[in-house]
């Protein structure tokens, strides 16, 4: 999963217990399973179920531990289905193989249980598939867009022939695949959570209605679209022990979700500047705000080890009952963007060690390789992991991951950057927007606050001016220096604050109450770069050559 917000789908499981593995048991009745969609718009959805029971006490589960989630956050009061009626002119992408099908009803081929788990659809009066299978590719991949305007689904040819590039680029970064046809599912809309989901043969991702017609389409779908794909291998194909429960009752085990998250993070933003979705300054752009986050940005790395946002993201899920800001402090799902930039580092150890005859992508070709037996599942501990890239480079890989995943330190976790011939900087030239530049604002490392065009303020770091001046998490800044807040004007006086020697007054609203804090700041506009490190060769321009075209 890509960072967010609430599951919506969720389902139903029978008291058998099935394997992980995608093999349907011939010898055990089908459910039967319909559900009417005519009432979509007011989110009610009908299901009609036939289970096949023998007389006797039959139990019922409902999937609590979600896989892609990670917490037990399975809400109850939803469910897809393996026989669906939708409203007429409704179409319908899905990887789920059709049986047969009329005006009003699909009929899908019967699966496994936690195929069915795993086999999202999507449908929509707006519908489009485009094709993305590479020239010369036999494994049939395409995306389909469901919207809430026949105008939104107007894809670019570019953007088409980035996602084409990200399928070409996966064949050679993973030297195999592991499914029997990808379906990328892509719902925009400005009435769903945003965010994205990761299946075996599919993946779920919601984004805003009118994405694909703004110029910057390519630098906000392509790194969504990329991670969730790269999960395929990652997380699906191959999956720590922990996380491959036996049924869905089961907590999942959460660890090593710094490979499940941090590797695909790794693999997915190399996919999207490889494939020419993003340019490499967007590459960059993405390392340098992580980079940033995770130190002046992350006071809380000072006592709490990234490991342990992996251990307890159960109770840390963001839109959990705990998630009300200062996460600078408490720490969130760090084990994304700290796990990227670990996984970078061992690259870099992995070129320098071998002298630059091997690569991380050897281990990759062994980890994620093998044969396509369609969608199957080779869980693997951290002993395994650690005794396949010895088989790339001899290194003591045990003692690099322990001393990284269990330590506290206030610097950013830059070794991989810096290895790469590069240095994380701080200017007051302000990033293109986009999704390589999510939540960063002017104020979040200036005064350390981030707040909505409203005023309403979202976080605080821990530590930092705003938060030394008394701001916190839900109040509201109504005022600055006198005048009615805009953020252009806070802009303005962060801008205005290096050659001011008086505090930025803002005036807050907390509660039902008013309040003057004053933020004594004088250094104006910060954004994280990164620069060059001329005494060493880029690898990260290495890392980043396309090797499909
Ligand atoms: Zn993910």
């Not at 006797?56 to 979600?66: C, E, H, M, N, V």
């Not at 703004?214 to 990329?226: D, F, H, N, Q, T």
């Not at 500047?273 to 960059?284: E, K, Q, V």
């Amino acid at each position: 999963m890509i960072k967010l917000a609430v599951r919506l789908w969720l389902l139903l499981s029978l008291a058998a217990a099935f394997g992980n593995v995608f093999v349907l048991a011939e010898s055990s009745p089908a459910i039967r399973l319909a559900v009417d969609a005519t009432q979509a718009p007011q989110k009610i959805l009908r299901v009609h179920e036939v289970i096949p029971a023998a007389p006797g006490p039959l139990t019922l589960f409902y999937p609590k531990w979600i896989q892609g989630v990670h917490a037990p956050v399975g809400p109850i009061s939803n469910l897809t289905g393996l026989k669906i009626s939708l409203p007429a002119g409704w179409k319908f992408g899905t990887a789920l193989l059709v049986e047969n099908q009329s005006t009003s009803e699909i009929a899908f081929q019967s699966v496994a249980l936690d195929c069915l788990l795993d086999s999202p659809l999507i449908a929509g009066e707006y519908y489009r598939v485009f094709n993305l299978t590479p020239p010369g590719e036999p494994v049939h991949h395409e995306i389909d867009v469901v919207s809430d305007s026949e105008a939104a689904l107007a894809m670019s040819p570019e953007v088409q022939k980035g996602l084409t590039n990200v399928v070409a680029e996966s064949g050679k970064l993973f030297g195999a695949r592991h499914y029997r046809n990808y379906h990328f599912l892509l719902t925009l809309s400005d009435h769903t959570p945003h965010f994205g989901v990761e299946h075996h043969e599919s993946n779920d991702s919601r984004l805003p209605e009118r994405v694909l017609l703004s110029p910057l389409a390519p630098r906000e779908v392509g790194g969504l679209l990329a991670h969730e794909f790269a999960h395929s291998w990652s997380g699906k194909f191959r999956r720590p022990k922990g996380l491959s429960t036996p049924d869905f009752q089961a907590p999942l085990q959460t660890e090593l979700l710094w490979v499940y998250e941090g590797n695909t993070s790794y693999l997915g933003d190399l996919l999207a500047a490889r494939s020419g979705m993003w340019t490499a300054d967007d590459y960059h752009q993405a390392l340098a705000g992580y980079a940033a986050s995770l130190g002046p940005g992350r006071p809380g790395r000072t006592w709490r080890p990234v490991l342990d946002t992996a251990v307890a993201v159960a109770g840390t899920f963001t839109g959990g009952p705990d998630s009300g800001g200062w996460t600078s402090w408490r720490r969130g799902s760090d084990y994304y963007e700290e796990g990227e930039l670990l996984w970078l580092e061992a690259a870099a150890v992995i070129h320098d060690q071998s002298h630059g005859q091997k690569s991380l992508e050897d281990f990759f070709h062994i980890f994620y390789g093998g044969a396509n037996n369609g969608p199957e599942l080779k869980p693997y501990t951290f002993d395994e992991l650690t005794q396949t890239m010895n088989q790339v480079v001899k290194y003591d890989w045990v003692g690099f991951w322990n001393s990284r995943l269990m330590s506290v330190s206030p610097e950013s976790p830059a070794g991989g950057i810096e290895a790469s011939g590069w240095k994380l900087t701080f200017t007051s030239e302000q990033p293109a927007p986009g999704r390589t530049s999510r939540g960063i604002s002017v104020s979040t490392f200036t005064i350390g606050l981030n707040l909505s065009r409203e005023g309403v303020v979202s976080d605080v770091i821990f530590g930092g001016s705003a938060s030394k001046a008394g701001l916190a998490p839900g109040m509201k800044v109504a005022g600055v220096n006198g005048r009615l807040f805009t953020a252009e004007i806070l802009e303005d006086a962060i801008k205005a604050s290096k050659t001011n020697s008086r505090p930025i007054e803002l005036l807050v609203i907390v509660n039902d109450y008013y309040k003057i804090c004053s933020i004594d700041y004088h250094d104006g506009e910060r954004y994280p770069h990164l620069a060059r490190n001329p005494d060493k060769p880029d690898y990260l321009d290495e890392l980043l050559k396309p090797e499909a075209r």
